[in-house]
């Protein structure tokens, strides 16, 4: 069989009015996704007003694209980089003391590549607390990052990442043991 | 012997006229690459009167880079996802029923590093029916990806990739078949 | 021990005054990571203005996203391409006939995830004569890549790269010797 995008229905999918969602992609637009506006304070409250959990101490850098904030829970003291990319069409929860490093990818939607009419998936991300993903890196749907896992520069996690362990490449592979010595 | 880009010499290359080219320059920053003016109809239209084939029902998402459209073909019901970057020196043909998924990248350009000149290469990029180049992959210069092909999130094609089948990884490697079931 | 990013403290990390930074944050986002503005001579004043060493036949293309300008240093007839990031928290020293090619990424942080406190480690990037880093391509801070290295398209460069050496993949691995003809 073949591909048949004209037979795609993601009916199915509702994830928030049209009115908030067209209202969300202009505030994104001019106060996220932009190089100014780096207010962390109306960042908050913006992500706040559209049903985000945004915890103590979150910093939000520039240039930062957020799909949907009523999908996204913040825990406290974790960090978004610069030109960081939460895709999320469902929910991603960010745990405590998370950096999220610059250009960093979390990616909730995928495609039945077996099914003629390419049927919309979609999975959560769960990144626990301590968890720091590198620059340029990649979450996968469905992917847990478990606590205190670190996916390194540029890497691709297409599956869990065990905690405190370090993963590298693409597919992610763990490489070592993270020790925090002190 | 060293490279010496001073000794660089693309006059040979001739993608348009000046003025075509400026004039799509700014087009594309604000029509295409901006995160507003998302109208499907309207940036089709665009693309038609600087030349490009756009077949029925294609899909274009904010934030698209196309670097010359005379140089672009997309077949019918066909995807080009947010953040893509089609940067087509020479013809990017894309098929029917393709997704190009958010932030992929169809690279075109090359450079022989052999000689010290560092002489451009141009290259063409076809991309078959059905095919799915994955968020934030790349598609090397000369590439075809043939019917069906997956390019998995983040790999890089270095080389064809081979009807019906499922590719991963920088440089690409065939990690199993695409079945469609239906 | 868990990571307490609370406990982060960079106070001994002091890349110049407030007001230099402030005024290079809106110069960049306006004049550099823009898709407009693309004179190379005004970019290069700039460059100039606030530090930069640049060099004679630098080209500099849109989207180029530079940190700090006084730890930039460019040689002689290199190219800065589209999308490219300099993120240098500290020097970056690039050579004479060097090609960056579309959005690569010089990256000069780093975290000590063996401390709860996460400590910020900078480490400058050097890039010797006639290097060319591919498309999409990422180097690690610390890393040198010598004369004449190829880093090829969207491979990252963790450890320093040999000289007239092409280097792929996640972590980048040496795959063939580069051989300049003429």
Redesign the interface.
């Given at each position: 069989?073949?591909?048949?995008?004209?037979k795609f229905d993601n009916s199915w999918y509702k994830p928030g009015s049209f009115l908030k969602r067209m209202c969300w992609f202009?505030i994104?637009?001019i106060f996220f996704?932009s190089?100014?506006f780096s207010s962390n304070p109306l960042k908050k409250l913006l992500l706040k007003l559209f049903g985000a959990k945004v915890g103590e101490?979150v910093v939000i850098k520039p240039n930062v694209n957020i799909k949907y904030p009523w999908f996204l829970h913040i825990g406290?003291?974790?960090?978004i980089g610069e030109?960081v990319?939460i895709?999320n069409l469902t929910t991603v929860q960010i745990g405590n003391?998370?950096?999220i490093s610059?250009?960093a990818?979390l990616?909730c939607g995928n495609?039945d590549?077996?099914?003629?009419?390419?049927d919309l998936m979609t999975k959560p991300i769960i990144i626990e607390?301590?968890v720091?993903i590198g620059?340029?890196a990649?979450v996968?749907p469905g992917v847990t990052c478990f606590?205190?896992s670190?996916l390194?520069?540029?890497?691709?996690a297409?599956k869990n990442l065990d905690a405190f362990s370090?993963y590298?490449?693409?597919?992610a592979q763990k490489i070592k043991e993270?020790?925090?010595?002190?």
């Open positions: 069989m073949i591909t048949k995008l004209d202009f994104n637009s996704k190089s100014f101490g406290n003291h974790t960090w030109n990319w895709d003391h998370v950096c610059q250009g990818f990616l495609h590549y077996t099914k003629s009419s390419f607390d301590g720091w620059a340029k990649t996968c606590s205190h670190v390194s520069v540029g890497s691709v297409t370090i590298q490449g693409n597919p993270r020790v925090i010595a002190d």
